[in-house]
Nanobody, 120 residues
Framework: QVQLVESGGGLVQAGGSLRLSCATSGHTFSTHAVGWFRQAPGTAREFVAG??????YYGDSVQGRFTVSRDNPKNLVYLQMDSLKPEDTAVYYC???????????????WGQGTQVTVSS
């Protein structure tokens, strides 16, 4: 069974940084786009960033602050989050899609999520 597993969430002060990791199988890693989404209580799931091979793309609210990258030998996708703001507080999910997309419904595999809390 293909799984995606996130790690690296936690509590950080505003202006600080965190790096999230998403581990998946080699097949998924090489054939799918991997995206990061977030969801705060009472809100819709929001696209944050995505990567497929060497192409990256970002949501407007994190452009210039977050960086998505991949470690091919380890089948890991990272989300480096800098200059964090309280409004970045959410559960962060990684997900896989057969093609590049920003829409949650296009992603067929999901991790369990990791909590990120940014204090003011």
């Amino acid at each position: 069974q293909v799984q995606l597993v996130e790690s690296g969430g936690g509590l950080v002060q505003a202006g600080g940084s965190l790096r999230l990791s998403c581990a998946t199988s080699g097949h998924t890693f090489s054939t799918h786009a991997v995206g990061w989404f977030r969801q705060a209580p009472g809100t819709a799931r929001e696209f944050v960033a995505g990567i497929r091979w060497s192409s990256t793309y970002y949501g407007d609210s994190v452009q210039g602050r977050f960086t998505v990258s991949r470690d091919n030998p380890k089948n890991l996708v990272y989300l480096q989050m800098d200059s964090l703001k309280p409004e970045d507080t959410a559960v962060y999910y990684c997900a896989a899609s057969p093609h590049i997309s920003r829409l949650p419904q296009d992603f067929t595999l999901w991790g369990q999520g990791t909590q990120v809390t940014v204090s003011s």
